[in-house]
């Protein structure tokens, strides 16, 4: 059985879209029933260019990556979903999104990052901070790849998910 993990951002233009596509990789890379997908509660409609450059520069396939709403997740043929993770900044009061949809509670964890679109230094710095966002955001998706998910329960699941958001 697929877990399925919904990673939510409010614009899904930048870090949802970067924790998506590292945690696909990883579990590409792993062999792990793992599916990972981004949404938005108010989706920009538009990928951040240099969110594609950094996935890309890592070895992530990008083809058919769009900014999408929640909404999609909540519709009777949206797929279960086992975990649904938070990635936007809570200290930097960004309003993080909670999500209601879907059949059953799935986990809840926060995980929370600085936006790299709000960066200084021009597009070089830009760059640098999607890139460093796209590798903190890259080792906790290989941390939860490496999780016995299937064999683990809710509230195993929900502590080590905790776990990795501590380090």
């Known amino acids: 059985?697929?877990?399925?993990?919904?990673?939510?951002?409010?614009?899904?233009?930048?870090?949802?879209?970067?924790?998506?596509?590292m945690l696909n990789h990883w579990a590409k890379q792993l062999g792990t029933n793992i599916k990972a997908y981004s949404a938005?509660?108010?989706p920009s409609g538009r990928i951040n260019p240099f969110a594609l450059e950094a996935l890309q520069g890592a070895?992530?396939?990008?083809?058919?990556?769009r900014s999408?709403?929640?909404d999609e997740f909540t519709a009777p043929e949206a797929p279960p979903l086992s975990i649904v993770i938070t990635v936007c900044?809570?200290?930097?009061?960004e309003q993080c999104p909670v999500f209601f949809g879907g059949t059953g509670q799935p986990v809840k964890v926060h995980w929370g990052y600085p936006d790299p679109s709000n960066a200084d230094g021009g597009d070089d710095g830009k760059r640098r901070a999607f890139e460093l966002t796209r590798q903190a955001i890259g080792y906790r998706m290989l941390q939860l790849?490496?999780?016995?998910?299937?064999?683990?329960?809710m509230a195993e699941q929900q502590l080590a998910l905790s776990r990795i958001a501590q380090n």
């Open 145 to 153: 790849a490496q999780l016995p998910l299937e064999a683990m329960t």
């Open 68 to 70: 999408k709403s929640w």
């Open 1 to 21: 059985m697929t877990t399925n993990v919904l990673i939510l951002c409010t614009h899904n233009s930048a870090r949802s879209v970067l924790a998506e596509g």
């Open 40 to 42: 938005g509660s108010a």
């Open 59 to 65: 070895g992530v396939d990008t083809a058919g990556y």
């Open 89 to 93: 900044d809570s200290a930097a009061a």
